[in-house]
């Protein structure tokens, strides 16, 4: 449309015909632009928006529904689908395999979380120290991040061989051989420590970052401030590098529970490596989802572990929200 | 060329906070027009509506002979050259200011002749080649200057183009500027919150207050001859003196009583003065002051100097009447005297040029 | 600068300080690296038997004995390798690409349009944020089951439009980019505008090519989470057609016998890419980390 008007030169034509321009042919280029205009936006919106909707709403939606029924993966036309109240809810709540996944995530919070976002720390402020090779440690540290999980998750659990394994050896050397060889992927009560120690190797270069991110925010002067006011290095940090972290901090506890709670490729890895240890002793919250839904075909079932496991999920954004009283800009 | 006819224009937004309220104002075909005012005065946001950038709410816009209310602001056949430049980061000079030639269709080598034309006119051919990033300040306002002429416009646009540049290079690129516009010939619209551009460049100036336009014509003009205290204030550095006064008559003439101080006054008495002959305000410019060191002298109104401001060729004075808050500017030529601080002088306002205006800030006289 | 007498406790503190901080940069180092050290120089052993006695001393760490690329090669000839390592570059590269385009198309009318709905639209994006993949993993399984193709089949188990389409919009891609929008200055639009550019055309050739970091930002997060991911292809394929390097890495770990060099060769292999394209691009890499946890 445009470049039909421009081609024909619009305006010199008009000028010399102003009767022509405010009668008839202006008004209607406006209007018939108005209405374009009003669909432009659409236009932008409209693949977005069509995604969204069918593969993130339509599927939340739907788990909330299907956790009330019985549906199965596979559909068989005699026996059907049904509304079955609260009966996925409840046998949840008696099914100790449920229990021990939520045991596992809730294990594998409390240890990594602290640890993994302390060190995180640690290592943010190390590389932030104005060191020769800073940068090099920085990348090194990061490494593990941009390498795949499924991967990590291989190599370790060869790392963690029985008897002559590395980490059995490593471990024999660091405790001065007080510690004899164990077999980490087999033990029930070592296998989850194993996956802590592997996940937190693979994940907290990116929180490191994260760190480093909110470090590098602090304004200097702050820091000359402090020393005008004669604070020691230590001081400074206790009072001006901590508090001026707070939301960091806040943010890399959250993210990192969340994190927890989605644990899945290390244990699949595991499970599928044929460790004779009780599944029970580390299958988390999604693997058994999975295993319910997809191995087993009970989608309903399966549906209400994924509700169970979004609240938690939820609950923790909103404890985040509320820490941090974050006002988005909208 | 073309010239712009603003008829009761208004603008709206949807929180119905109204930002412009009926402009009546033609810009004549190669007029250089300034519009001038305070920020939030709606000068920038009635460029933008003749831009195409702003919807209008109401009233009708003509550009050249065309209604443009709801033209697409690429027919209008105007050029804006943007307070920011807005030039495009990731394009070269050439292809800066080449964009719109190509959206157009134009042939390329049709375009390179047109920006090569143009890049001559603003010496800037040796930088065709470049990214604004490698430009100085005054490059790049040349660069956005050169992509508003390859466009051939009816009528130029500046949103207060020189606010980002250097005090210098403001008052160069300002002569510039003002020789363009006579070798174009185009009509050109300049927004501005500098009283000196507006007064330096404009054919006219428009001053807008508070979304209406409070008074329009050439500088000399509104310098001399305001409609009321807001145009007088607004050009003019140091600003208007305006001081409370009282008419009364005197004889066959009057007087008017300033400070405690009576001081002739044989302007016209009748009409508007007289009504509101208790509560006036003398405006009076810095430059149009006397001062005597006798201050008992009879018509002149006696002040403290308190401070003094020596600029080369002028000095500053700022006064204090006694009863009054503000202080008094007075601009005098520099000429060696030796003003000292908290001496007692007189006043003496040239009569012709003092001017006289309600509280409400309308003029009487 | 500062009071002279000062200076040689001063830097002698310093001094120690730094060598503490090499010290721990040292120990971190290794502990960072072990396992990737051990990775590559377990795959270039083709002696099994060697592999796994070295295990238990320093020579894990060494390649020697039978070096060679043996376990590379018939990693590569024998098994699914090279349809997996396709499969993923295919899918990932595809959904990033029509990613960055459909979050950040979105994202434009949402910050340059004033349009009904438009706060509604947005407020909702916001909030998707915190749905979880994992949440939605088991109804998203079910419907893709649901769903025709083109081809007139139904059902999109064991293809690549499963791993690629429900992918595309990302509601915190959608929010960076919104981020980003609305804090580029509107001049420049404006000035294209005059310049008689249509809408498209602006988000074409002026806001995309400015969008650059917001683009690496979101390609790296994409990549990350795509990449890595084990389960959607463990619920959706099935066998070695479609399936990506996860799940390829999974299948080969459990087959039995279990051979570790050749284990080691593939984890090797699927861990190149990622690790080089990191070591490229790692500015991106680290201000996607650094935007990711500013906008939380």
Redesign the interface.
Same mark, same amino acid.
């Given at each position: 449309m445009?470049?039909a008007?421009?081609?024909s030169e619009?305006?010199r034509i008009?000028?010399s015909n102003?009767a022509l321009?405010?009668g008839a042919s202006?008004?209607s280029?406006?209007?018939s632009?108005?209405r374009k205009g009003?669909l432009?936006?659409?236009?932008?919106?409209a !693949?977005?928006? *069509?995604?969204?909707l069918?593969?993130? @709403?339509?599927?939340?939606l +739907?788990?909330l529904v299907?956790s009330f029924t019985d549906?199965r993966?596979v559909t068989n036309e005699e026996i059907g689908t049904h509304f079955v109240g609260l009966r996925n809810y409840i046998r949840l709540f008696d099914d100790d395999s449920f229990w021990a996944a939520l045991r596992n995530n809730f294990f594998f919070v409390v240890i990594v979380t602290p640890i993994q976002s302390a060190l995180a720390l640690l290592?943010a402020l190390?590389v932030n120290?104005k060191?020769a090779?800073a940068r090099i440690?920085?990348?090194?540290?990061?490494? !593990?991040?941009? *390498?795949?999980?499924?991967?990590?998750a @291989?190599?370790?659990?060869? +790392?963690y061989?029985p008897?002559?394994?590395?980490i059995n050896?490593l471990v024999g050397v660091l405790s001065f051989g007080m510690v004899g060889p164990q077999d980490w992927l087999r033990n029930p009560t070592l296998v989850m420590p194993a996956v802590m120690l592997l996940s937190i190797?693979q994940g907290v270069?990116?929180q490191m970052?994260?760190f480093?991110?909110?470090l590098q925010?602090i304004p200097l002067d702050l820091y000359e401030a402090a020393k005008l006011d004669g604070a020691t290095a230590r001081q400074q940090f206790l009072y001006v590098t901590l508090p001026m972290l707070k939301n960091?901090t806040i943010?890399?506890l959250i993210?990192t529970t969340?994190y927890a709670f989605?644990l899945?490729?290390q244990v699949?890895?595991i499970a599928?490596?044929?460790t004779p240890a009780p599944v029970d002793s580390f299958r988390t919250m999604?693997m058994l989802?999975?295993q319910e839904?997809?191995s087993n075909g009970k989608?309903g079932y399966?549906?209400a572990?994924?509700?169970v496991?979004?609240l938690i999920?939820?609950a923790i954004?909103l404890v985040?929200r509320l820490l941090?009283k974050?006002e988005?800009?909208? | 060329m073309a010239s712009v006819k603003m008829r009761k224009i208004r603008k709206t937004y949807d929180n119905s906070v109204e930002v412009i309220k009926g402009v009546d104002l033609e810009v004549k075909d190669g007029e250089f027009m300034v519009f001038v005012g305070p920020s939030g005065c709606g000068k920038s946001t009635m460029m933008r509506m003749i831009a195409g950038l702003e919807e209008i709410s109401d009233g009708e816009l003509h550009i050249g002979e065309r209604l443009a209310n709801d033209l697409p602001p690429v027919d209008r056949k105007v050029a804006m050259v943007f307070q920011s430049y807005a030039l495009y980061p990731h394009m070269t000079v050439a292809e800066n200011m080449g964009f719109g030639l190509k959206l157009a269709g134009t042939p390329k080598a049709e375009v390179k002749e047109i920006v090569g034309k143009a890049a001559e006119i603003l010496r800037i051919s040796h930088l065709l080649e470049r990214r604004p990033k490698a430009l100085s300040g005054g490059q790049r306002q040349r660069v956005a200057i050169g992509r508003a002429i390859v466009r051939k416009p009816g009528v130029f646009l500046f949103d207060e183009p020189l606010s980002n540049l250097d005090a210098g290079l403001r008052v160069q690129m300002r002569v510039e500027l003002t020789k363009l516009h006579k070798e174009l010939g185009s009509t050109m619209i300049y927004v501005t919150h500098d009283q000196t551009e507006a007064m330096t460049m404009g054919d006219r100036i428009a001053v807008f207050n508070q979304g209406v336009v409070e008074q329009v014509g050439p500088p000399m003009e509104l310098y001399r001859d305001p409609v009321n205290t807001f145009v007088a204030e607004f050009l003019g550095a140091p600003k208007m003196n305006l001081l409370p006064a009282k008419w009364a008559k005197q004889g066959n003439g009057a007087m008017l009583e300033v400070g405690g101080c009576k001081i002739p006054w044989n302007g016209d008495g009748a009409g508007p003065i007289e009504a509101v002959r208790d509560d006036l305000l003398l405006g009076i410019r810095p430059e149009h002051i006397d001062v005597l060191s006798d201050a008992s002298e009879t018509g002149t109104i006696g002040a403290k100097l308190e401070v003094v401001e020596r600029l080369g060729d002028t000095v500053l004075l700022y006064v204090k009447i006694a009863g009054l808050d503000s202080h008094v500017a007075v601009k005098l030529p520099e000429d060696g005297n030796q003003w000292s601080r908290g001496a007692v002088v007189g006043l003496r306002p040239r009569e012709k040029a003092a001017l006289l205006f309600a509280r409400s800030g309308q003029r009487v006289n | 600068m500062s009071a002279v007498p000062f200076q040689p406790s001063l830097g002698r503190s310093k001094m120690i300080a730094r060598v503490l901080q090499y010290a721990l940069h040292i120990a971190l180092v290794l502990f960072f690296l072990f396992p990737l050290v051990f990775m590559f120089v377990s795959a270039f052993k083709g002696d099994e038997l060697q592999l796994l006695k070295d295990m238990g001393s320093m020579m894990a760490f060494v390649p020697h004995g039978d070096v060679s690329g043996k376990n590379f090669a018939s990693v590569f000839s024998s098994s699914s390798f090279r349809q997996a390592f396709f499969n993923s570059t295919f899918t990932v590269s595809i959904t990033v690409i029509l990613g960055i385009l459909v979050n950040s198309m979105l994202a434009y009318a949402l910050a340059r349009f004033r349009f009904r709905g438009r706060t509604l639209i947005l407020t909702a994006i916001i909030a998707l944020i915190i749905i979880p993949f994992e949440a939605i993993a088991v109804p998203l399984l079910m419907l893709v089951n649901e769903l025709p193709w083109f081809s007139g089949t139904r059902g999109w188990l064991d293809s690549y439009q499963v791993q690629i389409i429900p992918f595309v919009a990302h509601a915190f891609s959608i929010y960076l980019f919104y981020q980003f929008f609305i804090a580029l200055p509107k001049d420049l639009e404006e000035a294209a505008m005059m310049d008689g550019a249509s809408r498209l055309r602006i988000y074409w050739s002026i806001v995309m090519p400015l969008s650059k970091p917001v683009i690496a930002t979101v390609a790296v997060l994409q990549f990350l989470s795509r990449w890595g991911d084990l389960l959607w292809p463990v619920m959706v394929v099935r066998g070695d057609n479609y399936a990506t390097l996860p799940l390829a890495m999974q299948t080969f770990f459990g087959q039995y016998p279990r051979h570790w060099g050749e284990v080691m060769a593939f984890a090797a292999m699927a861990t190149l890419p990622t690790l080089s394209l990191f070591i490229v691009f790692q500015r991106w890499f680290v201000r996607s980390a650094i935007s990711s946890g500013v906008k939380g």
């Open positions: 445009h470049k008007l421009k081609t619009p305006y008009m000028t102003p321009t405010s202006a008004p280029i406006p209007s632009a108005k009003r432009t936006p659409w236009f932008f919106a !693949p977005g928006l *069509t995604l969204l069918l593969f993130l @709403v339509l599927p939340f +739907l788990a299907l549906q993966l290592l190390l120290q060191l090779g440690f920085r990348t090194i540290y990061f490494m !593990p991040v941009a *390498t795949t999980m499924a991967v990590v @291989v190599v370790w659990s060869l +790392l061989a008897d002559q394994g590395v050896r190797w270069g990116f970052l994260v480093l991110a909110g925010s960091t943010f890399v993210t969340i989605q899945f490729t699949q890895i599928n490596s044929g999604v989802m999975v839904g997809f989608i399966a549906s572990i994924s509700v496991f979004f999920v939820l954004s985040q941090l974050e988005r800009a909208v | - | -």
